[in-house]
């Protein structure tokens, strides 16, 4: 036992320290952005009185700009080798939405800033997500994304903590809560410019003469569009976290304790994913596959059923299990898959795809949820993720498995 716990330490402390910078980064831009989002939903339904539909609309919109954005941003690091300036560059865009967010008077306000932030989110995440592999040998990279994971989602806890403190400090003051954000948001952006070096082998797509033609994407061996078409299946079977928030709304929960929901289900979140990552680099990723799946449909299922804020936060715990046991696995099948020089461009695709299959999600929870009510959307979740979870359990690979 002992043998195994020094085998775990060592591991962990032998990730170079450019790992830990980049979620150092995350950590403090997640405080930022989760400190906003906790409150956002509940801001826009009843501070601006925008309906539930439109909230996924606008959630799923966000989101899927993000991932087509990834999609030239993941393309053109490849081509220029300069993964650290994008990323700078994406971070940066999303340093500077923050301000918007209490100074919005209208929903036009909110979705504008929604849009430039995850525009920002969408240049910065395939080429940082390359930077990983390309700073750590390849039999660590399920223990390096889970370690970038797991402090993104400290921060992600951090940020709705934060929330709940400063709600009661300001007297439930939205606003005025929403004002803190913009300070660890720069922060981030800091310890991105002064924290991270970029080692020369992240430059291996320079010789690329297109950095946007399709014939780089018909290079991706068959195996990456497997991973990519499970991701989409894994992402059609949940939606927004907004939807968590205004659940826990929805069952009398208090304006200034609703991003306790956040809170739960990062703590899960960041507990699980080093952990799970270090297991992705010890055994067949099958198996974790439908461990996830079977936690998201009993997440939605203990969701729809809940009648209290307790039984919420149960639902938000298994819901941050299925984060992560299945968000740095994704991650590192893909850098797994990809060729190297084609990298930033498989992380872009990858988050095309899983983008589009939020917007869905989210479009169609928002509407549920209008016309049938809360209990639906979350029905309908389980009911999706229960169709995926047979189908990657019914699949039998004759060669590699996945």
């Given at each position: 036992?002992?043998?195994?716990?020094?085998?775990?330490?060592?591991?962990?402390?032998?990730?170079?320290?450019?790992?830990?910078?980049?979620?150092?980064?995350?950590?403090?831009?997640?405080?930022?952005?989760?400190?906003?989002?906790?409150?956002?939903?509940?801001?826009?339904?009843?501070?601006?009185?925008?309906?539930?539909?439109?909230?996924?609309?606008?959630?799923?919109?966000?989101?899927?700009?993000?991932?087509?954005?990834?999609?030239?941003?993941?393309?053109?690091?490849?081509?220029?080798?300069?993964?650290?300036?994008?990323?700078?560059?994406?971070?940066?865009?999303?340093?500077?939405?923050?301000?918007?967010?209490?100074?919005?008077?209208?929903?036009?306000?909110?979705?504008?800033?929604?849009?430039?932030?995850?525009?920002?989110?969408?240049?910065?995440?395939?080429?940082?997500?390359?930077?990983?592999?390309?700073?750590?040998?390849?039999?660590?990279?399920?223990?390096?994304?889970?370690?970038?994971?797991?402090?993104?989602?400290?921060?992600?806890?951090?940020?709705?903590?934060?929330?709940?403190?400063?709600?009661?400090?300001?007297?439930?003051?939205?606003?005025?809560?929403?004002?803190?954000?913009?300070?660890?948001?720069?922060?981030?952006?800091?310890?991105?410019?002064?924290?991270?070096?970029?080692?020369?082998?992240?430059?291996?797509?320079?010789?690329?003469?297109?950095?946007?033609?399709?014939?780089?994407?018909?290079?991706?061996?068959?195996?990456?569009?497997?991973?990519?078409?499970?991701?989409?299946?894994?992402?059609?079977?949940?939606?927004?976290?907004?939807?968590?928030?205004?659940?826990?709304?929805?069952?009398?929960?208090?304006?200034?304790?609703?991003?306790?929901?956040?809170?739960?289900?990062?703590?899960?979140?960041?507990?699980?994913?080093?952990?799970?990552?270090?297991?992705?680099?010890?055994?067949?990723?099958?198996?974790?596959?439908?461990?996830?799946?079977?936690?998201?449909?009993?997440?939605?299922?203990?969701?729809?059923?809940?009648?209290?804020?307790?039984?919420?936060?149960?639902?938000?715990?298994?819901?941050?299990?299925?984060?992560?046991?299945?968000?740095?696995?994704?991650?590192?099948?893909?850098?797994?898959?990809?060729?190297?020089?084609?990298?930033?461009?498989?992380?872009?695709?990858?988050?095309?795809?899983?983008?589009?299959?939020?917007?869905?999600?989210?479009?169609?929870?928002?509407?549920?949820?209008?016309?049938?009510?809360?209990?639906?959307?979350?029905?309908?979740?389980a009911a999706f993720a229960a169709f995926a979870l047979m189908g990657v359990t019914l699949y039998r690979r004759t060669s590699q498995p996945v």
């Open positions: 036992m002992r043998t195994g716990n020094g085998k775990s330490r060592n591991r962990f402390n032998a990730l170079p320290p450019g790992i830990w910078a980049l979620g150092g980064v995350s950590l403090l831009m997640d405080i930022s952005s989760e400190l906003i989002h906790s409150l956002l939903p509940v801001f826009m339904a009843t501070t601006l009185g925008v309906s539930m539909t439109a909230i996924g609309i606008i959630e799923g919109i966000a989101e899927a700009s993000a991932a087509i954005t990834k999609v030239f941003s993941g393309t053109i690091s490849d081509y220029l080798g300069k993964r650290k300036l994008l990323a700078v560059i994406g971070y940066g865009l999303g340093a500077v939405t923050k301000p918007v967010f209490p100074l919005a008077a209208t929903i036009g306000w909110v979705f504008g800033a929604r849009f430039v932030d995850r525009i920002g989110k969408g240049i910065r995440g395939a080429p940082r997500d390359a930077l990983v592999a390309d700073i750590v040998p390849g039999d660590q990279r399920g223990a390096a994304y889970g370690l970038r994971q797991a402090l993104d989602s400290v921060g992600a806890f951090l940020g709705p903590l934060c929330a709940v403190a400063l709600m009661a400090w300001f007297a439930n003051n939205i606003r005025a809560v929403l004002w803190v954000a913009v300070i660890p948001a720069f922060m981030a952006v800091g310890l991105l410019v002064f924290g991270v070096r970029e080692p020369d082998k992240a430059k291996t797509g320079a010789g690329l003469r297109n950095p946007v033609s399709l014939n780089i994407a018909r290079r991706l061996p068959a195996r990456y569009w497997l991973i990519v078409l499970l991701g989409a299946v894994f992402t059609l079977a949940r939606f927004s976290e907004a939807f968590l928030v205004l659940r826990a709304q929805s069952v009398g929960l208090a304006l200034g304790y609703v991003p306790l929901m956040m809170v739960v289900m990062n703590v899960v979140y960041a507990a699980s994913a080093y952990p799970a990552g270090i297991l992705a680099d010890r055994v067949n990723s099958r198996p974790l596959l439908i461990l996830g799946l079977a936690v998201l449909v009993v997440a939605d299922v203990v969701l729809a059923a809940a009648a209290s804020p307790l039984v919420t936060f149960i639902g938000a715990a298994l819901w941050g299990l299925h984060m992560g046991l299945t968000q740095g696995l994704f991650a590192k099948l893909v850098a797994d898959t990809a060729p190297s020089a084609l990298r930033g461009t498989a992380f872009g695709i990858f988050n095309l795809v899983t983008g589009i299959a939020l917007l869905m999600a989210s479009v169609i929870a928002g509407v549920l949820w209008s016309v049938w009510g809360a209990s639906a959307t979350f029905i309908a979740g």
